[in-house]
């Protein structure tokens, strides 16, 4: 996190009329504050905190995509965070730490002031253990208001390396997964990209009914696959919808296939 002269901010929040209010209060309040982007899902606001690293975000509780519990889970020491919420009478014992602060729905102006308040106080003397002391705090949170607390949560993005940039990729886009040497590669239809997380990992964390392991070296996503056919040596294959490559089926998992 910087300490900057013109602090910059990203806005995260899927109700489209509170977020415009939450900017234009914040440009009354905080004139010298600049935001950097705004976000209607927390997709989005990943994808918005690794573009522009800002001072602060402003984090909805509940948003589609990843909710902003998820979002604050990534910030580590990158950004301040302060939540919006409707849950003030669970959270106020895991703010009450310190490492984070709230505003409540609908705004109130006096609790928006109390937050950049203590923003720009934080900006001043930055703490070390900050992304500490918020990480137990949004547990707390997680915990006290259920957001994220499901039986059975399964991976929904991935940050993966392209070149030299990273770049934050969602399962939905993933065509499919494949072992490459010490990193598996990431298929979507706009090109690949590489992980460190190994097949065997990826296979405990992404939704099984999504994707299906059709190779000891290859994930696939259901949804990606056009047709199975098989090859001269009677092998089976997949087809898929929008890439020319065909996957090998092993015929261990050939069984996947029976019906279709």
Known sequence: MRALTAPTAVVAEDEETLRHELVEQLGRLWPELSIVG???????????????????????IQMP?????????????RSHVV??????????????QGAVDYVLKPLATARLFTAISRVKQRLASPSLDYAQHMGRAVEQLSTRTGVGTESRSFLRWINASVGQS?????????????????????????GEALIRKP????????DPSQFWQVHRSTLVNAT?????????????????????EMLLVAESYAHLFRQM
């Open 199 to 206: 097949l065997k990992e990826l296979l405990d964390e992404l």
């Open 38 to 60: 705004e976000a209607a899902d927390g997709i989005q606001a990943l994808r918005l905190l690794d573009q522009h690293r800002p001072d602060v975000l402003f984090l909805d």
């Open 224 to 244: 990606a696959i056009a047709a199975v056919t098989r090859d001269f040596r009677g092998r089976m294959q997949l087809k898929l919808k929008e890439r020319n």
């Open 166 to 190: 990273l770049k934050l990729i969602t399962v939905d886009e993933v065509l499919y997964f494949q072992s490459d040497n010490k990193y598996t590669r990431v298929a979507t239809r706009e």
């Open 65 to 77: 995509g990843a909710t902003g519990l998820d979002v604050a889970r990534q910030v580590g020491n």
């Open 83 to 96: 939540f919006l919420t409707a849950y003030d009478q669970y959270a106020v014992a895991a703010f009450d």
